[in-house]
T-cell receptor
């Protein structure tokens, strides 16, 4: 079954600094990959998704992710962190054939003023 | 559209009681998913429906859990009897044409079983 790995449950970043969240996937076929964000006491919202059209995917709120097949990675970045980026971020991979999403454990991002 | 609606938002109950969580998906969506989120286990898929039919319930933890979708606009997740280890946030999500497309999540129901 497809799965994703997110290392480092908590990530601290200074306001204005680069945000980098790592995601590695395992899939025997070309995957569909997603990043979701969860703000406190809310459900998950889609940030961006990769569906094989372009390797660099731009999402909402200035986030982007790059699909690298050779590294089986789909890391999320944002050039300059804002206080409003404090949230939990989840990487997910679609499980071909049965319409499930496999989510990673998530990264809790703390933005330091 | 109002998005995915879940009720109640918070539920506190005592061990052994029956708990029913409710979900109204986005109109026109043909997939509905129930998830459970805990600190220890993260986000887990419990069950999902396609066109009101349960497709995969392999994530349902045990027979105490059951889910129904009597029509395209309503689903329930029932726990009977509830146990303290069922305490979690339960999310409902819906999508159009499965996991290749965006899943829209509801705000969740925070369940506390005493």
């Amino acid at each position: 079954a497809q799965s994703v790995t997110q290392l480092g449950s908590h990530v601290s970043v200074s306001e204005g600094a680069l945000v980098l969240l790592r995601c590695n996937y395992s899939s025997s076929v070309p995957p569909y990959l997603f990043w979701y964000v969860q703000y406190p006491n809310q459900g998950l919202q889609l940030l961006l998704k990769y569906t094989s059209a372009a390797t660099l995917v731009k999402g909402i709120n200035g986030f982007e992710a790059e699909f690298k097949k050779s590294e089986t990675s789909f890391h999320l970045t944002k050039p300059s962190a804002h206080m409003s980026d404090a949230a939990e971020y989840f990487c997910a991979v679609s499980d071909h054939g049965n319409n499930r999403l496999a989510f990673g454990k998530g990264n809790q991002v703390v933005v330091i003023p | 559209d109002a998005g995915v609606i879940q009720s109640p938002r918070h539920e506190v109950t005592e061990m052994g009681q029956e708990v029913t969580l409710r979900c109204k998906p986005i109109s026109g969506h043909d997939y509905l998913f129930w998830y459970r989120q805990t600190m220890m286990r993260g986000l887990e898929l419990l069950i999902y429906f396609n066109n009101n039919v349960p497709i995969d319930d392999s994530g349902m933890p045990e027979d105490r859990f059951s889910a129904k979708m009597p029509n395209a606009s309503f689903s329930t997740l029932k726990i009977q009897p509830s146990e303290p280890r069922d305490s979690a946030v339960y999310f409902c999500a819906s999508s159009l044409r499965g996991a290749y497309n965006e899943q829209f999540f509801g705000p969740g129901t925070r369940l506390t079983v005493l």
